[in-house]
């Protein structure tokens, strides 16, 4: 069963740990940075290398779905099933020549022990 949790823009990944740790009973965790204060954004759509990326995968493997304001104005959900090749151009590219991303869906993963 996959755990999976929706950011937005602003969250850092200490904000987003302390809340998944809150909410799973520490039994699930988001891959994350070295620093408490770095936000998804860049980070996964930089590639995401972290702590459980030898584990788990980069933060761009761990993306499951973007939403997405285009150029044009329209607001798309980007995912596998929907948008795929808009998806994988997001994930690892630096993804700000393609849109404004304004919420990231990423998969979680069970606590290392």
Do not use: C
């Not at 996959?2 to 950011?7: A, G, L, N, S």
């Not at 933060?59 to 304001?69: I, P, R, S």
Request: proline letters at 4%; hydrophobic letters at 35%.
């Amino acid at each position: 069963d996959e755990k999976h949790i929706r950011v937005g823009p602003g969250q850092t990944f200490g904000e987003i740990s302390e809340y998944v740790k809150a909410e799973t009973n520490e039994a699930y965790a988001i891959a994350t940075g070295g620093d408490s204060t770095v936000g998804p954004y860049g980070w996964a759509t930089g590639g995401g290398h972290g702590y459980l990326s030898r584990m788990h995968g980069l933060g761009a493997d761990l993306l499951v779905e973007m939403k997405v304001v285009l150029a044009s104005g329209i607001v798309v959900t980007a995912n596998e099933y929907h948008h795929p090749e808009l998806f994988r151009s997001l994930r690892g590219s630096g993804g700000s020549a393609y849109g404004i991303t304004v919420s990231m869906t990423f998969r979680l993963n069970p606590t290392p022990q």
